[in-house]
C-alpha cells in the first residue's frame, strides 16, 4: 500500500512516518531527509539546495521529482510512505505517471489538519537525532537524559537550519500557496482522508492505523 502524508510544516508527518516504518515495515521517502543529504555533498547542487531550504522556500520539481523517481524503482514489500512529497501539483501529476509506469498504485492521502499557531511552538522547540531520527521537543517530549538518544544512545541531537520563525513563516506560506491546492486534488480523485493533527501521537497514530485498515 502506498500512502501520502500530507500537511504543512510541524504537522507530524516525520513522526507518523517513522511509526509506519517500524509498525508495518513501510518505507519512508522524505525528500526532505534526501535534500538533507544532498546539501552535505559538497556539490555545487548542494549548495544551492541548501540556499533554497534555509530561506524556506521550494526545490525545484525537477529536483525533486528526480529523487523520487531513482527510489521508486527499488522495490518496497511494505509499501511507501510519501513524506512531504509531492508539494506542487506539478510533483502530484509526476508521482501518478510514476507510479503508473512502475505498476504501482496510490491508496491513500492523509491530510495531517493543525492549527499555524500550534505549528510555531512545535517547530522552535524541535529537534532530532542525528544516527536513529528520533524526534524530540523541548517542551512536550526532551529526552530522558538530557543531550542523549532515549533510543539509541547517541548524543548527536540537532536541530534543523530551518526550524526558526522567520523560515517557518516562508515555508507555510510555500505550503498554503503551492501545497494546499493538492488536498482538493486529492479529494476529487477520492483519496483523501483527513485526520487531526492536533491530537496526542498515539491519537493521531491510531486515526492513520484506522484509514490504512480501511483502505
Ligand atoms: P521537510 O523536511 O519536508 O520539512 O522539507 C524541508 C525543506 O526541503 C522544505 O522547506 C523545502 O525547502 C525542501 N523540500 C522538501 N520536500 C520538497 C518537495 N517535495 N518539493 C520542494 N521542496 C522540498
Known amino acids: ?14 513522526t507518523q512516518a517513522r511509526r509506519l516504518v517500524e ?4 518505507t519512508q521517502l ?30 525545484t520539481d525537477e529536483i525533486v521529482i528526480g529523487l523520487i523517481e531513482e527510489k521508486l524503482t ?3 514489500g511494505g509499501g511507501f510512505i510519501f513524506d ?9 501529476d509526476a508521482l501518478s505517471q510514476l507510479l503508473d509506469r512502475t505498476g504501482q498504485g496510490l491508496h491513500a492521502v492523509i491530510e495531517m489538519r493543525v492549527d ?25 517530549r526532551p529526552t530522558k537524559v538530557e543531550g542523549v538518544c532515549d533510543v539509541c544512545g ?17 515555508r507555510l506560506m510555500e505550503y498554503y500557496k503551492k501545497t494546499s491546492p493538492l488536498i482538493g486534488y486529492y479529494y476529487a480523485l477520492g483519496l483523501l482522508r483527513p485526520i487531526d493533527g492536533l491530537a496526542e501521537v498515539d491519537a493521531v ?8 485498515d480501511d483502505a
Open 84 to 92: 512531504g512529497f509531492p508539494r506542487t501539483l506539478a510533483q502530484a
Open 154 to 170: 547517541s548524543t548527536d541531537l540537532k536541530r534543523r537550519a530551518d526550524d526558526n520563525e522567520e523560515s517557518l513563516r516562508q
Open 23 to 26: 509498525g508495518r515495515g513501510m
Open 116 to 140: 499555524d499557531g500550534a505549528l510555531v511552538a512545535r517547530i522552535t522547540g524541535r529537534y532530532t537525532c542525528g544516527n536513529c531520527g528520533e524526534v524530540y521537543h523541548d517542551q512536550t
Open 74 to 76: 527499488q522495490a518496497s
Open 205 to 212: 497514530s491510531a486515526g492513520i492505523a484506522a484509514v490504512l
Open 30 to 59: 522524505s525528500t526532505g531527509d534526501m535534500l538533507r543529504e544532498a546539501r552535505t555533498s559538497g556539490t555545487e547542487m548542494g549548495r544551492k539546495v541548501a540556499e533554497v531550504m534555509d530561506r524556506g522556500e521550494l526545490v
Open 1 to 14: 500500500m502506498n500512502i501520502i502524508l500530507l500537511g504543512p510544516p510541524g504537522a507530524g508527518k516525520g
